[in-house]
């Protein structure tokens, strides 16, 4: 069964300090990996989609990378807007069109 | 704004009710997903159609069902509610199946 882990559950930050959240999944052929940016009460925001591991994507402080068994969220010199929960998702290659979500990592940068 | 329109955004309800949950996927997607997510739980799929027909099933209820019409737009019937069902449901579209989705802002149901 498709499967995804993201650690930690939550990560408090001072701004400035950079730091990686983890997405460990297990799909049977990946298709995708997306993340998103989720505030309270809100819908998820599309931050990322990586296809093939080796493959890294970049915006503004946030840089993603993926392997063939986890995806890196990287946060670079974050400031307290970055404050968010942060999702990652995966569809598999042979299981129709599901997107399973891991359950995210709640970061929160004081200023 | 992702371009996905969900309706209502609030909704409160008696457990054993009947309740239609409305999204309008964005221009030229004819993928829509539904997901709910309650607080101490991830995001959690239900069901997604693509063209009209039913593509993948998740996790949903016999309680629950979904369509999608010829104009696209989709709704999610909740019915004989009970207090668990209490959650915010999250409607999500795409151009095709493996394909990024795009969120809408969520209907936030409340079952008292």
């Known amino acids: 069964e498709d499967q995804v882990t993201q650690s930690p559950e939550a990560l408090r930050l001072q701004e400035g300090e950079s730091s990686s959240l983890n997405c460990s999944y297990t799909v049977s052929g990946l298709r995708g990996l997306f993340w998103y940016r989720q505030d309270p009460g809100k819908g998820p925001e599309f931050l990322f989609t990586?296809?093939?591991a080796g493959e890294e994507k970049e915006k503004e402080r946030l840089k993603a990378t993926l392997t063939k068994k986890e995806s890196f969220l990287h946060i670079t010199a974050p400031k307290p807007e970055d404050s968010a929960t942060y999702l990652c998702?995966?569809?598999?290659?042979?299981?129709?069109?599901?997107?399973?979500f891991g359950k995210g990592t709640r970061l929160h940068i004081l200023p | 704004d992702s371009g996905v329109t969900q309706t209502p955004k609030h909704l409160i309800t008696a457990t054993g009710q009947r309740v239609t949950l409305r999204c309008s996927p964005r221009?030229?997607?004819?993928?829509v997903y539904w997901y709910q997510q309650s607080l101490d739980q991830g995001l959690q799929f239900l069901i997604q159609?693509?063209?009209?027909?039913?593509?993948a099933k998740g996790n949903i209820l016999e309680r629950f069902s979904a369509q999608q019409f010829p104009d696209l737009h989709s709704e999610l019937n909740l019915s004989s509610l009970e207090l668990g069902d209490s959650a915010l449901y999250f409607c999500?579209?795409?151009?095709?199946?493996?394909?990024?989705?795009?969120f809408g802002e969520g209907s936030w149901l409340t079952v008292v």
């Open positions: 159609y693509y063209n009209g027909e039913e593509r």
């Open positions: 990586l296809y093939s």
């Open positions: 999500a579209s795409s151009v095709d199946y493996g394909n990024t989705i795009y």
């Open positions: 998702a995966v569809q598999s290659l042979n299981r129709d069109d599901k997107i399973i």
């Open positions: 221009s030229g997607d004819l993928s």
